[in-house]
């Protein structure tokens, strides 16, 4: 079992919007697995108005407030649509101003999971492609759950199986952790993905994939040995692929209920803070996608 932070517990970030309302749902779904706090939070962020206002107009801190009140009870009813209303559960709520990534980031100090909308809404309304959710994902103490805006889950999704991004990295060994512990919780089968180039990678004379292969494979044994002998529950499957990782796990993320990537991989160090393949699967994936940072 991973170490479980309790002051947050799984921190939502909410604003209202589409995303946001899908964040919650599955932060809450994912709550009720893990027994753990839910914590609704959102962020007004400062606004530079340059426009009179009348005495009659309400202010923009008081359009913010009731907005922030609005987000919250939306969320809350949308925790509520999800969670047994016979157990308990601990939902709290949380109003701050600051910047959004900021405040999201420095929760994430005490939280065991930050779950944030793959897009949301600015501080007027406006559509934010993904400029939260990449800078939590980027900067985050802990681990972030990307969740795509879409319907309630496909009704397969319950047999579909998790999907692992593997490439022997720290980041990566991280996520075969957080990946193994989901399957279990969830009886879900998993996929364990390697490639073993990330660049696209042309045939070269005399070059035989086979030895590859082989090669990829006794790396692929060896990452995953000791974890499915501490999960033997957990139905493993190993695919073991040739470059572009990126490519080959937004193909089979298609077919997946969730998918885990490190932070950054083999090619990171220390002050990268979200690797290319990472980012591509959180900005492109149509499923829930887990960042593992490393401890």
């Not at 359009?63 to 987000?71: F, G, K, L, V």
């Not at 030895?211 to 790396?219: A, L, N, P, R």
């Not at 077919?255 to 699967?281: D, K, N, P």
């Amino acid at each position: 079992m991973l170490e479980t932070s309790t002051k947050f517990g799984i921190v939502v970030g909410v604003d209202g919007s589409p995303g946001s309302d899908a964040a919650v749902s599955w932060a809450a779904r994912e709550a009720s697995l893990r027994g753990e706090i839910v914590t609704l939070m959102h962020v007004v962020q400062p606004v530079v108005v340059s426009w009179p206002v009348s005495a009659g107009q309400a202010s923009v801190a008081e359009w913010q407030d009731e907005n922030a009140r609005q987000a919250i009870d939306r969320a809350r009813k949308g925790v509520d649509a999800v969670l047994d209303p016979e157990r308990q559960h601990d939902v709290r709520s949380e109003v701050l101003y600051s910047h959004p990534v900021d405040a999201l980031v420095d929760a994430s100090k005490d939280a065991r999971m930050i779950v944030v909308g793959s897009h949301g809404r600015g501080a007027l309304g406006r559509l934010l492609m993904g400029s939260v959710s990449r800078g939590v994902a980027e900067h985050s103490h802990c681990v972030v759950a990307v969740i795509h805006a879409s319907p309630d889950p496909r009704p397969d999704d319950a047999g579909a199986p998790i999907l692992l991004g593997i490439d022997g990295s720290p980041a990566s060994e991280a996520a075969t952790a957080w990946a193994f512990e989901e399957a279990s919780r969830r009886a879900a089968p998993l996929i364990a993905l390697h490639a073993w180039s990330d660049v696209g990678v042309f045939p070269i004379f005399g070059m035989d994939w086979r030895d590859y292969q082989g090669e990829g494979e006794e790396v692929l044994a060896e990452r995953l040995a000791g974890w499915q002998e501490h999960y033997p529950d957990v139905h493993l499957t190993r695919r073991l692929v040739c470059d572009t990782p990126a490519h080959w796990l937004l193909e089979e993320s298609q077919r997946s209920q969730l998918v885990v990537v490190g932070s950054h991989g083999r090619g990171g160090f220390g002050g990268m803070r979200l690797g290319s393949v990472s980012a591509a699967i959180a900005q492109s994936a149509t499923v829930p996608v887990i960042v593992v940072r490393t401890p």
